[in-house]
């Protein structure tokens, strides 16, 4: 069965960057899409990007555009999050997902691993 495991989670200050990692044990692992998901305490979980199978094409929110960066290392089945330049609005549970397509509705993956939370002060 799929099993995701996120980590690289902590608390930063604003302007500064972490690194999450995604560990996915998943049979086809170059065959299926990976995305970031983030959700702060009273709303709803929002999509933060997402990768193509091959790591060709990405999908970004809006409000991490230029800031953050996904990539995959599909020989070390591994999805990572660059985010850099933090702000306190960042501060969410973050997850990673598959077993959706090219997009940002989290009703889209099947998936989940169980989060790593950021931290941004200001």
């Known amino acids: 069965q799929v099993q995701l495991v996120e980590s690289g989670g902590g608390s930063v200050q604003a302007g500064g960057s972490l690194r999450l990692s995604c560990a996915a044990s998943?049979?086809?692992?170059?065959?299926?899409?990976m995305a970031w998901f983030r959700q702060a305490p009273g709303k709803e979980r929002e999509g933060v990007a997402a990768?193509?199978?091959?790591?060709?094409?990405?999908l970004y929110a809006d409000s991490v555009k230029g800031r953050f960066t996904i990539s995959r290392d599909n020989a070390k089945k591994m999805a990572y999050l660059q985010m850099n330049s933090l702000q306190p609005e960042d501060t969410a549970m973050y997850y990673c997902?598959?077993?959706?397509?090219?997009?940002?509705?989290?009703?889209?993956?099947?998936?989940w691993g169980q989060g790593t939370q950021v931290t941004v002060s200001s």
């Open positions: 997902a598959t077993g959706g397509p090219l997009a940002l509705n989290p009703g889209l993956y099947s998936y």
């Open positions: 998943v049979y086809g692992y170059s065959s299926v899409y």
């Open positions: 990768i193509t199978p091959g790591g060709e094409s990405r």
